[in-house]
Nanobody
Framework: VQLQASGGGLVQAGGSLRLSCLAS????????MYWYRQAPGNERELVAF???????KYSDSVEGRLTISRDNAKNTVTLQMNSLKPEDTAVYYC?????????WGRGTLVTVSS
């Protein structure tokens, strides 16, 4: 299984970005897809996750501004990020959890300027 994240970039505060993560390989239908982020000097933190059944959870710091969605048929997870703040600057990682294994993609950098 491989994960490929894309969509990062530079945006001004208040702007929007859309991150996507494509999972390829043999992927069990029962799985959970996550977005994490890691800012310079900080530990990696959970941003949001969405299960294959549709359950969703957001961290308190992003709820109301970021929206996670997924296309099970295409094995993709998307993170729509609105009203971005400088403190959202980080490398964003996608993760796929299955009963068979736990997989991480390379990150995509999001930089929010003030």
């Amino acid at each position: 299984v491989q994960l490929q994240a894309s969509g990062g970039g530079l945006v001004q505060a208040g702007g929007s970005l859309r991150l996507s993560c494509l999972a390829s390989g043999s992927i069990p239908s029962h799985n959970t897809m996550y977005w994490y982020r890691q800012a310079p000097g900080n530990e990696r933190e959970l941003v949001a996750f969405m299960g294959s059944s549709g359950s969703i959870k957001y961290s308190d710091s992003v709820e109301g501004r970021l929206t996670i969605s997924r296309d099970n048929a295409k094995n993709t997870v998307t993170l729509q990020m609105n009203s971005l703040k400088p403190e959202d600057t980080a490398v964003y990682y996608c993760r796929l959890w299955t009963l068979r294994g736990d997989y991480w993609g390379r990150g995509t950098l999001v930089t929010v300027s003030s």
